[in-house]
Structure formats: C-alpha cells, structure tokens
T-cell receptor, first 114, second 112 residues
C-alpha cells in the first residue's frame, strides 16, 4: 500500500489556469517536501515543511504556494500556469528535516500545461 | 547552497560487471549522502546512504565510498543484474539541513 498518496496522478491544464496537487502521508512523519522533475532540471527541490511550518522555499515564483491543513498533508497550489511548469511533481516526507533519515517519495503527479 | 554534480549521465555495463557512479558536492559542511533509485515511470526509492563519520559503507552488492577531502562520493554496484537498470540519483544534505539536494541522475543500463 502506498504510504504517500498523491492526487491526481496525471493532469492536463491550459496556460493561465490554476491547479492544486494533493499529498497525504501515512508514515507519521513530521517533515514534508515538494520536488519537481522535468527534462531541464532532473530533481529540483521546491519546499520543505516541518510540523506544518515552512522551513525552506527555493522556488523563485510566488505562483507556487504550498498549503498544509493537517500535519500529514502538504498540497501544492500552482496559479497562472505556464507550459514551463510541465513536470512531474513529487511529494516526499521524512521523520524530520533536521535528522539524516531517508526521504520517502510519493508516486508523483505529472502535470502537462498546454 | 549545496551543489551536487553527478558525472555520468549514462552508464552501460554487462551483467555481472561492476558499475560505478561518481558525484561531487560543494558544501564542506555536508554530512549526509544518500542514493536513490528510480525505475522507468516510477518514483524514487532509497537504496543506501553514508554519513560523514565513515568513508565506506556496504549493503549487499552496494558500496558507497566517501572522500571528504575531495568532496566526492561514489556508488559501486557489484555483480550487476538486469533489475539494477534504473536512474540513480546521488544527494547531499549540508549546512541547510532542511534541504536534500540531488544530482542530475545517472541512467544505468545492465545488458544481459
């Protein structure tokens, strides 16, 4: 059974629209992350959260907004979509950001922006 | 921030041979170096890691070496099998402990 659930698995959007990517983890972890994988940047860190607080943001654009309504949720809202946003977005979690434990990744949400 | 460079973008070996993937990093404070495997169309899975207090770690057919002076670490896969074929990513966690930085990936093909 997948312990990190990402929805939807695939989505297609038109330029200028808005989408929300859902992520829930059932590992009891306190830290959650978003990474983006595209042909240009194979695995790019976006955000890290610990106990629902933003710890690091390395996404240049404010069009990307993480939202954590519960400790085991970290959704990603993307507004004013551009074709360059096309990528697979991976949610991940770990016990905490501070320790050196492994990351667990979800199956990804593949976004195509037309 | 930390920059992780993965030197081989592709690597092809014959089944039974060894494969070596090399990575370098920039942050001297980096202390944790995991490796992840991504099979075609799938997500990433942890395979092995090494911490800066040791320079070698082995788990079955996987060996990780760490050279802190050279800021270099490598993954050795011995007695390769076709199911080892995947993209392997190295990563490093440095002074910014909130972020695990990844290399660009090495596509390993093990030919029968």
């Amino acid at each position: 059974d997948p312990k990190i659930i990402q929805k939807p698995k695939y989505l297609v959007a038109v330029t200028g629209s808005e989408k929300i990517l859902i992520c829930e983890q059932y590992l009891g972890h306190n830290a959650m992350y978003w990474y983006r994988q595209s042909a240009k940047k194979p695995l790019e860190f976006m955000f890290s959260y610990s106990y629902q607080k933003l710890m690091d943001n390395q996404t240049a654009s404010s069009r990307f907004q993480p939202q954590s309504s519960k400790k085991n949720h970290l959704d990603l809202q993307i507004t004013a979509l551009k074709p360059d946003d096309s990528a697979t977005y991976f949610c991940a979690s770990s016990q905490s950001t501070a320790n050196t434990g492994q990351l667990y990744f979800g199956e990804g949400s593949k976004l195509t922006v037309l | 921030g930390e920059k992780v460079e993965q030197h081989e973008s592709t690597l092809s070996v014959r089944e039974g041979d060894s494969a070596v993937i090399n990575c370098t990093y920039t942050d001297t404070a980096s202390s944790y170096f995991p490796w992840y495997k991504q099979e075609a169309g799938k997500s990433l899975h942890f395979v092995i890691d090494i911490r800066s207090n040791v320079d070698r770690k082995q788990s079955q057919r996987l060996i990780v070496l760490l050279d802190k002076k050279a800021k270099r670490f490598s993954l050795h896969i011995t007695a390769t099998q076709p199911e080892d074929s995947a993209i392997y990513f190295c990563a490093a966690k440095g002074s910014n402990y909130n972020v695990l930085y990844f290399g660009s990936g090495t596509k390993l093909t093990v030919e029968p």
